[in-house]
RNA sequence: GGUCGGUUCGUAUAACGGUUAGUACUCAAGAUUCUCAAUCUUGCAAUAGGGGUUCGAUUCCCCUACCGACUACCA
């Protein structure tokens, strides 16, 4: 019987989606787009204690930026669908709005004595599991304990039924049976056996909420969503015996999905699983976006840290995939096609932020110039600068646009000017926010002056030559390019035996206030000469 | 403690019984250049330990160590 592959990312909203947990997201799509299948959202909030305004919209938001969208449980708009339709006849998406549905399933395997009505209060049993502990035991309840507990087993029939009407707070637990070995496989990790006597009589549906739990939600929905394949994280994998046992159960072993297991995320140092505090600790994102919970606290996000969509998708894919040959840069197409749960690693991904940081750089530079002017004009814009698409109308009474597309005057620039200083420094960034850094000085002149650089050039006998070489640019006559001036530059600086390092390193310092920088041919091409005549006025001006 | 999972350079990983154990990131050195960056070249650096099986184990099995997950009326 050959299914159409459905698979879903189901979690729940209790606060900011984690990396790992869009990681899991990633290869859920992964795989339904390989397989020409769907790729669903189920939001699962059965946990009313701990629900957090806002993160639903925040998790589908994050999946959205990644590329990750939805073929079922969220409509166009980004809302978690709530009716049935044609498009989502399984709708609704939100446990909390299917809450009508699992009473039924949980009482038919009371009926067909895979499950019991328990009346053990939560303080009862936190008391009972204190006590044994304090011995050195562990409690379990399950098989060697569960008839000297008060539930549907132990009790007499008609005390228990009692305690069914007249208590609000029972729930109802799977009977977890005796001795039996469970064998199941799991397509990342193979073939699996547990024995069911470490295993407790879990909750299944919890009165006092009118809600499942996790496991018997779950189940019930992967069943009649039609899921295929369960791709979830390795915390699951100890409850996967139990939800073997509720397939059986419940009859549905002939549709029951396979299960992919995938390892955790670790910190980059130390022990443990990566966690918000790595990231504060060590100056990285844990998080696609950023968030604020609820104590006004912010956690940084991949997003607004600068990074590309498309690079945080390729350096998640590969912690803990890869395809078998040397490539590491994939787009999301590229992904969908070579992407195979064979090929996961079954151990723990350490992740490494230096990694994370050559990805953005990798697509920092296949952007082009428009590109990347756009995401960069609001920063400049920020600085200060003002940046037109046609200079003349955008122009005020008195300010002068150069040539080159720049009037440093009133800091007014034209998007050109913008295009062509990205294309000349982005093979040097990480970042858009990195620009600023690298080249403030093509659209404001230097205000300070980088001490160790000066110490080490700004002798008189140096910058007398720098200002006569200034002078050969300003009079330069060709047409005022990089190309064209370059060779004569340093033909003319050669030709006159003066130390071409000294000279040119003295002038980058006047221009930019440090010995590091584009190239001089490259500077002064692109400010122009007027600001050049300037920069050198003012420094003179000052000796 | 118990159950389950995992273990190749610092990190991510390749090699699915036979390789001088490869690649990328990081780091270092060199080349290049007017500096910086970029680029190129080179280098440092790993099969957790011990037993088997085998002509031969990174690869298969067992034990130990270590790491992780789970052990809630949380997911």
Redesign the pocket.
Known sequence: MERKTRVRF???P?GPLHMGGVRTALYNYLYAKQHGGDFIIRI?D??S??FVPGAEKYIIEALNWCGIIPDEGVDAEGNVVETASERHPHAPYRQSQRRGIYRKYAEELVEKGFAYY?????EE??SK?AAMEAEGL????NGTSRMSLRNSLSLAESEWKELLESRT???IRFKMPHDRVVKMDDLI??H????TD?L?D??LW????E?????L??IVDDHLMEITEVIRG??????LPLHYLLYEAFGWQESMPRFAHL??L?K??G???LSKRDGDRLGFPVFPLKWVNSEGEVSRGYREDGYFPEAFVNLLA?????P???Q?LFSMEELVAAFSLE?V????????P??A??YNKEYLRKKTAAELASLYIPVLEEKGMQIVDCPKCALTAGSEMTQQGADFKNRIFTRGYVERIVALIQ??ASFVADFWDIASYLFIAPAEFAEKDVAKFWKEENYSLAFQAADFILNFEGEFTKENL?GPL?EYIRSNGWP??KV??C??LALVGA????????IVTIIGKAELAERIKKIKATL
């Open positions: 189901a979690p729940s209790t699962e059965t946990d204690q701990r328990a009346f053990d209060t939560a049993l936190g599991r562990t409690f379990i309840y707070d029972w729930t990790r193979g699996v056996e547990v024995n470490t407790d879990k909750v919890k009165r006092a909420d809600l499942p739990t996790y496991h939600a779950n390795e915390e699951w994998l100890p409850s390892s955790l670790l980059p140092d022990k443990g699983k590969m912690l803990g995939w890869n078998g040959n040397d590491e090929r690693i079954k151990s723990g991904a350490r992740f490494n230096d990694k940081k050559w093979e040097r370059e340093e071409m390092g040119m390193n002038l980058r010995s590091s920088g584009l190239g001089i041919a490259d």
